[in-house]
């Protein structure tokens, strides 16, 4: 666990390490929390105070594309600055360096949805005093659970598979460009209407223990495949 966490930690320093990188990184992710977390709560505010399906479409959307994105420069981003072959020489684990990694990614997007989902009160809390509508909202049980609960099983899910895809990349456009067609198709149905999400225990419990398992069952398959590389580049 110790060299996971110093995996993770050299990571989001890299992230943040130069002044302009760490500015344009800082800008992004604070426009993703405004997006998320202001605009779209703000004038789509009767929808989500009803807590409907289309609030469950926005967060699954937002683990679901920025855990793909970013999981895809993962490995595919070491290959291309031609550092993964010294990356391996390290002493550390191979399952210390994908779950560093890993856990990295899901630092930064889990922090962007608990921002997002914090603003998003306060948000349309403005909405319904401006209103004056009066009483303070707060989300359900069951949706606030889905909406830090669910979307945390769907990012570790999301990671996963990005991983996977980064390590047979030849690219990280390569690898973005796959993750986003991915995760297109899986929000299809969601916005086909062809599924659809209720904001209940008994929907959002199964639903999160389902994606728990299948993120297990990816990620063990990714690591199989982060150690093969990994000893096909030592034998090299």
Same mark, same amino acid.
């Not at 290959?79 to 072959?85: C, D």
């Given at each position: 666990m110790r060299d996971v966490l110093l995996v993770c930690r050299k990571e989001l320093a890299e992230v943040f390490s130069s002044h302009a990188g760490r500015r344009a990184h800082l800008l992004t992710m604070a426009g993703q929390?405004?997006?998320?977390?202001?605009?779209?709560?703000?004038?789509?505010?009767?929808?989500?105070?009803?807590?409907? #399906? /289309? @609030?469950? %479409?926005?967060?699954? *959307?937002?683990? !679901?594309?920025?855990?793909?994105?970013?999981?895809?420069?993962?490995? &595919?981003?070491?290959?291309?600055?031609?550092?993964?072959?010294?990356?391996?020489?390290?002493?550390?684990?191979? #399952? /210390? @360096?994908? %779950?560093?990694?890993? *856990?990295?990614? !899901?630092?930064?997007?889990?922090?962007?949805?608990?921002?997002?989902? &914090?603003?998003?009160?306060?948000?349309?809390?403005?909405?319904?005093?401006?209103?004056?509508?009066?009483?303070?909202?707060?989300?359900?049980?069951p949706a606030l659970f889905a909406l830090l609960g669910l979307s945390l099983a769907l990012a570790a899910l999301a990671?996963?598979?990005?991983?996977?895809?980064?390590?047979?990349?030849?690219?990280?456009?390569?690898?973005?460009?796959?993750?986003?067609?991915?995760?297109?198709?899986?929000?299809?149905p969601l916005m086909a209407g062809w599924v659809t999400i209720r904001f209940a225990w008994n929907v959002v419990l199964p639903a999160t223990l389902a994606l728990l398992a299948a993120a297990a069952a990816v990620t063990g398959l990714a690591l199989v495949r982060f150690a093969r590389a990994a000893s096909i580049s030592v034998q090299r």
């Open positions: 929390v405004g997006v998320f977390g202001i605009l779209i709560p703000y004038f789509m505010a009767p929808l989500w105070l009803n807590e409907t #399906p /289309a @609030l469950s %479409f926005i967060f699954l *959307l937002l683990p !679901l594309a920025l855990s793909s994105s970013q999981s895809a420069m993962v490995f &595919a981003g070491e290959r291309e600055r031609g550092t993964l072959e010294a990356l391996l020489a390290t002493p550390l684990s191979v #399952p /210390a @360096l994908f %779950f560093g990694k890993a *856990l990295a990614v !899901l630092v930064q997007v889990y922090g962007i949805i608990v921002c997002s989902t &914090a603003l998003s009160v306060a948000t349309l809390n403005l909405w319904v005093r401006v209103h004056g509508l009066g009483g303070t909202f707060m989300y359900s049980g990671t996963s598979a990005g991983v996977i895809i980064s390590l047979r990349a030849s690219s990280v456009r390569t690898a973005q460009m796959t993750t986003t067609l991915l995760s297109v198709f899986c929000l299809l």
